[in-house]
């Protein structure tokens, strides 16, 4: 059975910068997605900030294996609720890829708990990837390093907990290096930050970008059954404890009450 992936992006600068819309007039997301589906074993599909909760309702989250995530201008009006419902689907095993200033994404935030800030800088430099995780399923394929003409520079330090892999170092030619793909886990659900993809530059037409993305994308695919009631925290009666004991001292809570939250 295919991997199914959900390109989702805020799909604004395409709709109101003329370079970003000619340069994408599919939109990022139809990009990106058309690259998913020209692979074996995955089929991709798109959803936008403009849609009815966005796009991203339960049923469509339940049907989605990889989530991955394009926001920059926007991010501020990606409701809450839609938001805790990604980082939730996370938790149970749903995988999360998130693009370039997606780094400030809701989404991602929450499931760093961090900054996840860095320095920046607008100059169409030159990017030089460097592979620092060589037998790594998302750098299957690529040479050891690779270049990007044009990109726009982030630099460290990058405010995000230490990963469980670094797969990629970018360098820049003003000077700045910045660690551009890192693998966490979160509750079953893996994910991955991948740097490049500026909506000025044709960064998602470039053969090694759109390899790594694929290659993202089956990685971060957990096909286990979705982990169910990932936010429940029940209360074990003394009566059911796997050994005999009794209760000692004071409780705060009567028998069977709910917990807070
Ligand atoms: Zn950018």
Known sequence: MSIRATVWNENVHETHNKIVGDLYPEGIHGTIAAALNASDGIEATTATLQEPEHGLTQDRLDNTD????????AHGEVSDAVVERVVEAVWSGMGFIALHSSHFAKPFKRLMGSACNLTWREAGERERLWVTSRNHPIAAGLPDHFELENEE?????????????????SWFQGGEVFRSGLTYKRGAGHVFYFRPGHETY??????NVRRVIVNATRWAHNPAARVTGVTDAPNVPVQKALEPIEARGPSLHAEGEEGFR
């Open 66 to 73: 990889v989530l991955l995530w394009w926001g920059h201008a």
């Open 202 to 207: 044709p960064t998602y037409f470039d053969d």
């Open 153 to 169: 520079m982030y630099g460290e330090p990058f405010g995000v907990p230490e990963p469980l892999e670094t797969v990629f170092v």
